[in-house]
């Protein structure tokens, strides 16, 4: 075995410890390299973590929110359509019977698509396994409602009145709860996927200085022109940092448009499920034959809700829907069903039912045909909106997770290359 002289020893170690120009070039050298890897890493990993999270909120996020808004109003609109065909006397429009199967039906398919994305663990679960054991209970009263209602026995009331009530404590609560959760989930993806690389740009600027000062002192010492791999390698690290800022500007913007139409959706189906329920209450009172008193406050206590400073058309009006044609819909329902009141209240039952169930100008069916029409077609336009938005997103972070850190690598290598030719220069 050959031992190496302790001369040769002191002469390598100094290659990269000692005092003169080539030790101190491989010093530099290692550290910008190095610094130029770590950057690289950063940026692998919050690239991938933001296209992770921005895939999250146009894929699973965006979808099971969506799911839970349309389960949401289903139910609601189910139950609306279930005592609108009550009040008939045996006598249900197939429109309404159609209307009320297909929201069971709808209600059924996407619970059942939630629940192939909702894991166990998952805090949509609870309210999912509340909805998808209590559907077909409630169904089925409404189901034996409609029996005894077709037979004439005033019996059906009671179970009518019992689906009504399961819905409003039971099922509609869950609907609400599935749909706050991935609501919850889906801004915190928006944070996420918004939020500022800091690492990546304080490395990434903390590397431009050093190799800029390097650069410059250089210069100054040995009047010599710029060394093109160094040079090549700052290029390729502004070139990286450039590609972050516009991502990030970019997604950020397209992410800001999103949440606005988020909550605009979320807000214009609490909307709807008012609307829905203040329809029900208006119903269940010419079922009951009561004169109104009761039921009749809860359809102005949804109306009331529908229209506050802080409901849901004041939170759709702040994040950019035209709530005008909605309002005022409202206003012409408002003004319909007093005239429904006031038939019954006058023992014109069979004018305040026709009221309820017909389509003609200035009745109540009517008019709450016209109001739903309009919070759903804001809701449309507001889903629109925000898949337009998660697009723009997803487009924004397009090669993000490997772009930047390319060039980062490059970077590494163009100073590894730079330095070590100029360390050549003093052979």
């Not at 894929?59 to 005592?83: F, H, I, K, P």
């Not at 609560?173 to 599935?178: D, Q, R, S, T």
């Not at 309009?374 to 997803?394: E, I, K, M, N, Q």
């Not at 090669?399 to 590494?412: E, I, R, S, Y």
């Amino acid at each position: 075995m050959t031992t190496q002289s302790p001369v040769l020893r002191r002469s390598r170690a100094a290659q990269w410890t000692g005092p003169r120009t080539p030790a101190r070039l491989r010093r530099i050298g290692v550290v910008l390299t190095l610094a130029s890897l770590v950057t690289a890493v950063l940026s692998l990993v919050g690239g991938t973590t933001r296209t992770s999270a921005v895939t999250d909120v146009g894929n699973r996020d965006t979808s099971l929110t969506q799911v839970a808004g349309e389960v949401y109003q289903a139910l609601a609109d189910a139950d609306a359509m279930a005592t609108s065909g009550y009040v008939s006397a045996g006598q249900e429009p197939a429109a309404v019977r159609t209307r009320y199967d297909a929201d069971v039906t709808r209600a059924g398919q996407r619970l059942a698509q939630a629940s192939r994305q909702v894991g166990p663990d998952d805090p949509a679960a609870k309210p999912l396994d509340t909805m998808i054991t209590g559907l077909p209970a409630y169904a089925g009263l409404i189901e034996t409602a409609r029996t005894y209602n077709r037979q004439g026995l005033p019996l059906g009331q009671s179970y009518l009145a019992q689906a009504s009530t399961q819905m409003r404590t039971q099922l509609l609560p869950a609907a609400e709860e599935l749909r706050r959760a991935e609501v919850t989930e889906l801004n915190a993806d928006y944070r996420q996927a918004s939020a500022l690389p800091v690492a990546v740009v304080l490395f990434g600027l903390a590397l431009l200085i050093a190799a800029l000062d390097f650069s410059r002192k250089e210069f100054r010492r040995t009047r010599r022109r710029l060394n093109l791999g160094v040079v090549a390698a700052c290029v390729a690290v502004v070139a990286g940092l450039l590609w972050w800022v516009v991502a990030t500007a970019s997604t950020d913007s397209a992410l800001a448009e999103a949440n606005k139409a988020s909550d605009a959706a979320t807000a214009l189906d609490e909307a709807r499920t008012f609307v829905l329920q203040a329809r029900s209450n208006e119903n269940l009172v010419l079922v009951a034959r009561s004169g109104g008193s009761a039921s009749d406050q809860g359809f102005t206590d949804q109306l009331d809700r529908l229209r506050a400073d802080d409901g849901p058309l004041a939170k759709a009006a702040a994040n950019g829907v035209d709530v005008s044609t909605i309002r005022t819909a409202a206003r012409a329902w408002t003004a319909a069903h007093k005239n429904l009141r006031t038939a019954d209240d006058a023992g014109r039952y069979a004018d305040a039912v026709q009221a309820a169930v017909g389509t003609g100008k200035g009745s109540s069916g009517a008019a709450f045909t016209a109001l739903d029409k309009a919070v759903s077609d804001a809701g449309g336009t507001a889903r629109a909106r925000l898949a337009a938005a998660t697009d723009d997103a997803s487009g924004a972070t397009t090669l993000l997770a490997f772009g930047p850190t390319v060039l980062f690598a490059l970077a590494a290598a163009g100073f590894a290359i730079g330095v070590a030719r100029r360390v050549e220069e003093y052979r």
